[in-house]
């Protein structure tokens, strides 16, 4: 395959910024998660606003960090990809909440059925397994989409910007999220999770799916082994396929179990996106690829 050629994708050079040691920005967001729960829980806020305040908050932040202390100044994201991840927003919010509306009759469903053998666990082991299990569906499923066929060309869209930043992360097709919804809520809901566990355990899995694409420099260091990080993720977006690992986004557990782990050694990749992008540019190329994949000849 040949590499995309775009004229206007930005020099893609290595980290850039010594303005920063540590990515404390992703550590200050991690932080921040348990009490924000808290005091979300004191408010009785609902699990659906205490997860769109605790997405948009993170998500702010890290734009803000993004723009102060770049990893790769080229990377940060002009009007137009504003525009066009505003766009999938607004799309995958209505996809999300019709989601919702079948995985909220299936959790009566199953709960009728099925007794809730994790509702009795302490949330400090609740928590952790919730977050692991919600992984694993999702991380098959991705490496499954990168195998090519009608998986890719679901999943290419997320693959197709040529800057890895938070806001981005909104950018992909309503099918893949879909499918990562459905695969990480329904084994919560066969082995019976709280309802606040799986709220807490969603809040984390949601804010590090942007903390992991935040264009911030510095580095998590040892922890790149235990959480998610912007230093793994980079890679997966490589246009290099022997180099786009890590298949995982909150946590990196099943690329260590499965053997998908591409660990950060110093650099990221030289370049990001893919290598078969429609011929069209701007709005044509993101409707034909929303459209490729569900209905080939409406595109
Ligand atoms: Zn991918």
Request: hydrophobic residues 50%; aromatic residues 10%; contains cysteine.
């Amino acid at each position: 395959m040949v590499a995309h050629a775009d004229p206007k994708a930005p020099t893609m050079t290595h980290p850039t910024s010594t303005t920063l040691r540590w990515n404390w920005p992703h550590l200050a967001v991690l932080a921040g998660l348990p009490p924000f729960a808290w005091l979300c829980s004191m408010a009785a806020l609902s699990a659906a606003a205490m997860l769109t305040l605790g997405t948009l908050l993170s998500l702010a932040w890290l734009m803000w960090a993004e723009r102060r202390w770049p990893a790769r100044p080229g990377w940060s994201p002009g009007a137009g990809d504003l525009a066009r991840d505003g766009a999938f927003l607004g799309l995958n919010a209505v996809t999300d909440a019709a989601g919702g509306l079948v995985l909220a009759w299936l959790a009566l469903s199953i709960a009728a059925m099925v007794p809730g053998a994790a509702a009795d666990w302490s949330p400090w082991i609740a928590v952790p397994a919730a977050v692991a299990l919600g992984e694993l569906g999702p991380y098959a499923l991705h490496r499954w989409a990168h195998r090519g066929g009608w998986g890719w060309r679901v999943h290419a869209l997320h693959h197709a910007p040529v800057r890895v930043n938070a806001s981005n992360n909104l950018t992909a097709h309503p099918v893949n999220v879909l499918w990562n919804q459905f695969a990480r809520t329904v084994p919560w809901l066969v082995l019976g999770f709280d309802p606040l566990v799986i709220a807490w355990a969603s809040l984390f899995i949601q804010v590090q799916s942007f903390a992991v694409h935040a264009n911030i420099a510095g580095t998590l260091g040892p922890l790149n082994r235990w959480i998610g990080t912007a230093e793994l993720h980079r890679w997966h977006h490589s246009t290099v396929p022997a180099e786009a690992l890590n298949f995982s986004t909150a946590l990196p557990l099943w690329d260590q179990v499965f053997g998908t782990c591409r660990a950060p050694c110093g650099r990221g990749p030289a370049q990001v996106g893919i290598t078969d992008l429609p011929p069209t540019r701007g709005w044509a190329m993101w409707r034909k690829m929303l459209l490729v994949p569900i209905c080939p000849r409406c595109a």
